[in-house]
């Protein structure tokens, strides 16, 4: 995918390759934000502080890998990916990579998708210690 904004020239544009996103600092780094700047959870029960880190961290990590591709849900015809998560005895597995393409479910965070299943496989298994700290309780 190359990159364009309005203002670029030609020289400026580079191809962009997602999986030069490693970590959550990566992600930061590509999108111009300070990684050690997390939000305020004053005044937030301590049982909610990592998965609210966690989600937040996992939508840095969806933005800065859409490359600026944004999620258009008023167009049933353009397809969302996410990755789909089983919980089993024997632990967190990563199950598939669906797609939504229109119906009024809701099943996943509208900025928690991406334009490619490719992207979706890579996030969940990149990123899995942040999904499992999102979606399980811990002790």
């Not at 167009?75 to 939504?100: A, D, M, T």
């Amino acid at each position: 995918m190359t990159t364009k904004t309005k203002n670029s020239t030609a020289a400026e544009v580079k191809k962009f390759d997602y999986k030069e996103i490693k970590t959550f600092e990566d992600a930061c780094k590509n999108l111009g934000i300070d990684s050690a700047k997390l939000p305020d959870l004053n005044g937030i029960p301590e049982k909610f502080h990592k998965p609210i880190i966690a989600g937040y961290k996992l939508m840095i990590v969806y933005e800065a890998i859409n490359n600026e591709w944004r999620p258009d849900w008023s167009n049933h015809n353009q397809y969302k990916y996410y990755p789909w998560f089983r919980v089993l005895s024997s632990g967190f597995g990563f199950s598939h990579s669906y797609y939504l393409c229109g119906g009024t479910i809701t099943i996943v965070g509208s900025r928690l998708c991406t334009d490619t299943s490719d992207k979706a496989l890579y996030i969940a298994e990149q990123f899995r210690d942040l999904y499992q700290d999102h979606l399980l309780y811990s002790e």
